[in-house]
């Protein structure tokens, strides 16, 4: 039986619409299942590893910019999104340094044609 399982992803909504946009999960909890046998998105238990992390930014314009900084204003990552059909985009919780951020608030700004949206959302080590 299980070998006719198959997994669907079905991509979160493009949004056309300011201040849709959210980060899941909020909070990351490190200590967190969130491979596929527990209902999340990071691949599988046997081949996880510490590379996999994904924090998900959802409902994005079909074109954004995504900037993640620390409390203190320091830019962390800049991602460009720019996608039609998924308004998603998953970063890895590192820098644009590739090093992996500490645990914190962090806030993040979208910007596109529709404005620019200013979040915030928690990893906790």
């Known amino acids: 039986m299980l070998a006719s399982r198959k997994r669907v992803k079905l991509p979160f909504s493009v949004s056309n619409e300011l201040n849709r946009v959210a980060v899941v999960p909020n909070p990351y909890r490190i200590n967190e299942d969130y491979t596929f046998e527990s209902g999340g998105y990071e691949g599988r238990q046997k081949s996880w590893n510490e590379d996999k992390r994904v924090l998900k930014f959802i409902h994005l314009p079909p074109k954004c910019t995504i900037r ?12 460009y999104h720019e996608d039609t059909a998924q308004g998603e985009q998953d970063w890895n919780l590192k820098s644009d340094s590739n090093r992996s951020i500490a645990s914190g608030v962090y806030v993040f700004t979208v910007e596109s044609d529709y404005g620019k949206q200013i979040g915030k959302f928690v990893v906790i080590r």
Do not use: K, L, N, Q
């Open 68 to 79: 993640i900084y620390t409390m203190t204003g320091e830019i962390v990552s800049t991602i």
